[in-house]
């Protein structure tokens, strides 16, 4: 990923001089959990000028210049639910690969699935294997393929509320998914799919597959060029997949870039029972004591799932300060038992440690930050017998400013604070669902959800209105994403063009674009 001249901000909606978010149910999701029932967010350019009742903020606006009163716009958030953007700091692009892995070439008969290489503990082998297929498929798509899916892809984080994002390596090229952020609008901490080693081929040790110097160089480039973004919503940091496809050289080159750039590093570990085995067969030793060895254990550590390890892992878990995030309503889906066979997630959380949520990804949309909060608070308090355990302000806190911590990015956004950057998620809280509910955040946990996101300000620009992103033609960009999907899966991936025809040219739910949706809307 050579560095470039980066685009500035056109082509994004413009930003008023000053914007006040009047009368909303106003949840800050700051240290203290403030709420303001009746409050408001007063916007100054790309900062929060001021948050609190209504009141309160009204005096703010007086303070203003007379060219920012002039161009002040007032948004009524009287029936609104007003939240800091979610921060996502675990994703993949995986829509590249929609059509193979059980995805849309599934029967629509559900009764004969039988359990996938993440379920029953893991398959491990499959696992590696499939991470190195991931890793291949990268190189081989095309750029103009990997812009039209990095853009689909990056929109529907957009129009599910995520204002900041964490790319954990993806079936994508850094550089597209890099483009796709700025061009939308978004916040993004870019990486790559770097991997040299696969598991599992039967002899015991791990089989290279790639240079790690390579692999280093790849991913040095990606730090450097998002280094020379001037937007502010661009960065990047080291990850890896899994600790089956990383040898101790890419370990510790990782290590390196991490600590030399100052940045989080992000990789799956503790994830799946069968883990622990397999990791050890292979390095002899288990997966948190291997990136203790390797230099990454450390506060720098976002450790992706991490649920099972032994005693002695969890005090050095513990000691190092690590980040933990995961995704709790992803896991039933996959068969993963993450969240609640050790329970140790939640334990770690009560001990200390850091602990966000994140959708992880998958080969269709996966659920969004909204159903990540209604599963963690869910969940949290059934595994502990106990509704008080992790309240719904909690499960905001950890879609937002403790993920925003996790990606070394929680002094710009991530609460609503004054001085923060101005990223806001707004959604109706005044239909049946919410009525005579003095807590609409546990209403919208309850029956509300991604499809609810009404308003997505970054940076005090309004990147989704009433449901629409004003500044990207939709229609053209599921289009583009089609065609990409379509070259790439007949180029690369085999699919037959018998099974093309059908899914793209005979579906009749494809041919409509959601005309029909619409329609019953109006």
């Known amino acids: ?11 994004l909606p413009a930003r008023p001089p000053a914007l006040l978010i009047h009368g909303g149910h106003v949840c800050t999701a700051d240290a203290a959990a403030r709420v303001h029932p009746t409050g408001s967010v007063l916007v100054v350019g790309d900062r929060i000028a001021a948050v609190g009742p209504a009141e309160e903020v009204a005096q703010a606006v007086t303070a203003l210049t007379p060219a920012q009163r ?20 675990h994703w993949h692009d995986l829509f590249a690969v929609r059509l193979p892995f059980k995805g849309a070439l599934r029967p629509a008969d559900d009764r004969a699935d039988e359990p996938g290489f993440m379920a029953l503990g893991g398959d491990i082998a499959k696992v590696s294997a499939g991470f190195e297929g991931f890793r291949r498929l990268v190189d081989a798509l095309e750029p103009d393929e990997a812009r039209a ?42 990486s790559a799919w770097v991997a040299d080693t696969v598991c599992g081929t039967g002899s ?26 001037r937007t502010g919503r661009l960065r990047a940091w080291p990850t890896a997949p899994y600790l089956t496809n990383m040898s101790d050289e890419l370990g510790r080159g990782l290590a390196r870039l ?44 976002m450790a992706v799932h991490c649920a099972f390890a032994d005693p002695e892992e969890q005090r050095m878990l513990l000691d190092a300060g690590v980040h933990i995030s995961h995704s709790p309503a992803k896991y039933g889906p996959t068969g993963e038992s993450t969240l609640s066979e050790t329970g140790l997630i939640p334990d770690l959380k009560r001990s200390g440690l850091d602990v966000s949520l994140s959708t992880d990804g998958g080969v269709f949309p996966v659920m969004g930050m909204a159903e990540e909060m209604r599963a963690a608070w869910q969940m ?20 937002t400013r403790i993920g925003a911590r996790g990606l070394g990015w929680e002094r710009e956004v991530g609460s609503l604070e004054a001085g923060k950057q101005a990223d806001l998620v707004l959604v109706p809280v005044d239909d049946w669902r919410y009525l005579l509910n003095p807590r609409p955040l546990e209403g919208y946990l309850t029956l509300g959800g991604t499809a609810d996101v009404h308003t997505v300000l970054v940076a005090g620009r309004m990147l989704l209105e009433n449901g629409r992103t004003p500044h990207v033609d ?28 059908a899914l793209f040219d005979d579906n009749a739910r494809l041919r409509t674009g959601g005309t029909a949706r619409a329609a019953h809307r109006a």
Not at 157 to 184: C, I, K, M
């Open 70 to 89: 002039a161009g002040l716009r007032t948004l009524d958030a009287g029936s609104m639910l007003v939240m800091p953007g979610f921060v996502n700091n």
């Open 149 to 190: 899916v990095a853009r689909y892809a990056l929109w529907t984080q957009l129009r599910s509320g995520t204002t900041t994002l964490g790319d954990v390596g993806s079936v994508n090229r850094p550089e597209a998914l890099a483009d796709a952020a700025l061009d939308l609008g978004i916040r993004c901490s870019v």
């Open 474 to 501: 939709e229609a053209a960009l599921r289009d583009a994403y089609l065609d990409a999907l379509r070259s790439f899966s007949a180029r690369v991936l085999g699919i037959a063009e018998k099974e093309l025809t």
């Open 258 to 301: 991490s600590t030399e750039y100052d940045v989080p590093f992000a990789t799956h570990v503790g994830a799946l029972r069968n883990e622990a085995e397999a990791v050890r067969t292979h390095f002899g030793t288990t997966p948190v004591r291997r990136l203790d060895r390797l230099g990454l254990l450390n506060d720098r550590l």
């Open 380 to 399: 949290y308090n059934e595994l502990a017998a106990d509704h008080t355990t992790l309240p719904a302000s909690e499960a905001l806190a950890m879609a």
């Open 1 to 11: 990923m050579n560095a470039a001249p980066l685009p500035a901000d056109e082509g």
């Open 204 to 229: 015991g040790a791990p089989e290279r597959t790639r240079d790690a110097d390579t692999e280093l160089a790849w991913i040095q480039g990606v730090l450097d060029r998002c280094a020379a973004d």
